[in-house]
């Protein structure tokens, strides 16, 4: 009996003096036939949206002649920057470049910061026709751009704010922070009273809940927000086509646009202005990729 409890106790201890590394392989030794099919599924999916992108990285220095021999489909057969160069002098593209990096910018910290502050008047201080107030902002956020392309026009051309940045900054503003406002308030709604009471009672004011207990807890969410009005309205187009008819307030975009359709440049040229076009929002989104993922899963552990 001694024995039998003695070798026992050897193997307990075995077990979990057994190091980390054999315990993740053994964990990793268990996946079944359909994490295997997920998992193919998901590389299968990843290779479907990276073709467009590697065609274009393909087609931006490859030559007209390689092109017209071998298609979209073939590799470079040297190097050709003649078609990045052509674009980026045609279009001044660091001017270009300047004004989406402007207009996204102010217009994502002006949405954040409207939607914070609608979301806390309606979610916590509960105003009178909360409910149908957020229903009113929902049904406006759902409104397609083209209604309001005509009355935008009479009203900024009234006020002298049209071909002006300011006028594209002013409506994507009110556009994002409605979008905003109408997921901040509903989250915002089910916020702990107990903390707010707490607050109130340790005489805090409700400038200083707002800044100092809800702040600080929602700043993930409202990170993630940030990213997405950035590159949402980075890459709009029709409105600032619309509000934005001088060379120098263009955003890249409109450039791409305007220049294809005005001097019919060849493919790869426009593959080039594609490739520029992209690099920016590709570049913003892989330094905040974490902030995004913390933003994301931020709610999903108390």
């Not at 160069?85 to 660091?94: I, L, N, Q, Y």
């Not at 049904?139 to 940045?165: C, H, I, K, T, W």
């Amino acid at each position: 009996m001694a024995i039998t409890e003695t070798t026992a106790g050897k193997t307990a201890r075995e077990a979990v003096q057994e190091p980390p590394r054999q315990r993740r392989r053994s964990g990793r030794a268990r996946k079944t036939a359909g994490d295997w099919v997920i998992l193919a599924v998901a590389v299968l999916i990843g290779l479907l949206i990276a073709v467009p992108f590697l065609l274009i990285l393909a087609n931006s220095f490859k030559s007209p002649t390689d092109y017209a021999s071998g298609g979209p489909l073939s590799l470079p057969s040297s190097l050709y920057f003649d078609g990045i160069t052509a674009f980026w002098e045609r279009v001044d593209f660091p001017r270009k470049l300047w004004n989406s990096f402007f207009i996204s910018s102010v217009v994502a910290v002006l949405a954040v910061g409207i939607s914070m502050f609608n979301a806390f008047a309606l979610g916590i201080g509960r105003v009178r026709g909360r409910t149908w107030l957020v229903l009113l902002i929902l049904l406006a956020n759902m409104l397609p751009q083209e209604v309001l392309l005509y009355p935008l026009y009479f009203l900024f051309r009234q006020v002298g704010l049209y071909d002006s940045q300011w006028a594209v900054i002013i409506i994507f503003t009110v556009i994002q922070s409605a979008f905003g406002t109408y997921l901040r308030a509903s989250v915002y709604g089910t916020f702990p009273k107990e903390l707010l009471e707490a607050a109130s009672l340790d005489g805090a004011s409700r400038w200083q809940i707002l800044w100092r207990v809800i702040f600080p807890i929602s700043r993930p969410t409202l990170s993630v927000l940030l990213i997405f009005f950035f590159i949402w309205t980075w890459n709009e187009f029709l409105i600032p086509l619309t509000f934005l008819v001088g060379n120098d307030n263009q955003t890249v975009p409109v450039a791409i646009t305007v220049l294809q359709g005005d001097r019919l440049m060849d493919v790869t040229t426009t593959s080039a202005s594609a490739l520029l076009g992209l690099l920016p929002t590709l570049i913003f989104f892989l330094i905040f990729q974490r902030t995004l993922t913390r933003g994301i899963t931020a709610g999903a552990v108390k």
